[in-house]
């Protein structure tokens, strides 16, 4: 009996394994899942060769183009003006900047003159007896001549011996030696030579100025300069009195200046040149950084597209029959943001937008359909009134 239920027990685990087997086998053989194969949706342009406008992007600091450095050609103390010499400060022209005080070389000067005054008295009764045709015009210099009044220039000499005669009297070094003095008092005090602002002020009234030290700096604030570096390929076309437009950072400002010299030398290491742009207006400062924006030239057939659309800068995608494919392109200029391409055929679509992870041969679905060549616009074009 017990040998029955052993045999027994061994055909049911038997029975069972086959069974189990048999349905490993039924679930191995099941069909794997099916994943539906996700196409990009991508924007594209149509080509349409136009001539496009080589603009040179520069950028500089504005420079006043009226400016001097104020120096102190004598010594003495600053005195206080009728306005404060501090930076900020506006002048017209002819207006006093500054004085040093004076007194003491004033004094020396009239003490100059005095003696020039009578060394001519001394001479006038030689003159009289010995060139008596001469006598009433170095009168009539004596009784002109006003001690607190710029020195007159001296009378005519006729002859040899009327020049040697005064020569050898010291009149005409004691005359230039007052007229230097003249000239050395004029700089004790400081004129505005243009209307303008004080921008920089380095003394106060008090202050011991010395000769050669500097006092400040003075502008023109209505006319301001700047001085912009561009690539030497395009040396021979910039041309003096090309319009200019300029702009701030942010772009909330812009301005029109003009090319007002270039320089004729390139520089060796960078292979720039520099451009000066003269450019006026209310809200420029000196120092003001702006960018520029020169029409070099205009390159004709060729399209503009974003330097993002570019692959390693000489391969560019485009669309043929919903597949993405790699060509080779040709380009002329590169700016900052785009670049100018040639020998692109008229009707090739290329994408409009980068696409993320994009490889030749990817297929795509076309959304819209633009067309791209000559920078367009951004302002709509007014309706034409109905007839």
């Known amino acids: 009996m017990r040998r029955i239920l052993t045999i ?11 069974l189990i087997s048999k349905l490993f086998i039924a679930n191995k053989k099941k069909p ?27 950028s500089g600091n504005l420079t006043a183009k009226h400016k001097i450095q104020l120096f102190a050609e004598v ?27 004076s007194d003491e070389f ?12 009578n060394k001519i008295t001394a001479i006038l009764p030689d003159i009289r007896l010995d060139y008596p045709n001469e006598y009433q015009k170095w009168q009539d210099y004596l009784n002109s001549f006003d001690i607190n009044k710029t020195t007159p220039k001296l009378p005519t000499i006729n002859t040899d011996k009327e020049k040697y005669f005064i020569s050898g009297r010291g009149i005409n070094t004691t005359y230039y030696n007052v007229k230097n003095l ?20 380095l003394v106060t009234p008090g202050t011991l100025v010395r000769a050669g030290q500097k006092l400040g700096e003075f502008i023109d ?42 320089n004729g030398k390139i520089d060796a290491t960078s292979q720039t040149i520099k451009a000066y742009i003269q450019v006026a207006g209310k809200t420029l400062k000196e120092g003001m950084y702006l960018e520029a924006n020169l029409i070099a030239k205009s390159e004709k057939n060729a399209i503009e597209v974003s330097r993002k659309l570019l692959v390693d800068n000489k391969q560019l995608f485009v669309v043929n029959d919903s597949i993405l494919n790699l060509i080779d392109i040709n380009p002329v200029y590169f700016s900052a943001e785009n670049a100018i391409l040639k020998d692109i055929e008229n009707g090739t679509l ?38």
């Open 32 to 58: 794997k899942p099916k994943f539906d194969k996700i196409v990009k949706k991508v924007t594209v342009d149509t080509v349409q060769n136009k001539e496009v406008p080589i603009i040179i992007t520069a």
């Open 182 to 201: 003249e000239v050395k008092l004029g700089k004790y005090s400081l004129r505005a030579p243009f209307k303008g602002i004080l921008t920089e002020a």
């Open 221 to 262: 604030p209505s006319v301001y300069e700047m001085e912009v570096s561009v690539n030497a390929t395009f040396a021979d076309l910039l041309k003096k009195g090309n319009v200019v437009k300029l702009h701030n950072l942010e772009n909330t400002s812009e301005y029109t200046g003009k090319v007002i010299r270039v």
């Open 106 to 117: 004033y004094a020396n000067l009239q003490s100059q003159k005095s003696n020039f005054y």
């Open 350 to 387: 290329i994408l409009s937008k980068p696409v993320p992870g994009a490889y030749d041969g990817m297929k795509v679905e076309i959304l819209t359909n633009k067309s791209t060549g000559q920078r367009q616009n951004a302002k709509e074009k007014k309706k034409e009134p109905k007839k």
């Open 75 to 101: 010594q003495g103390v600053l005195k206080i003006g009728t306005k404060e010499f501090k930076a900020g400060t506006y002048y017209t022209k002819g207006e006093t900047l500054l004085r040093i005080n």
């Open 8 to 18: 027994a027990i061994g055909i049911l685990l038997l029975v069972g394994a086959v």
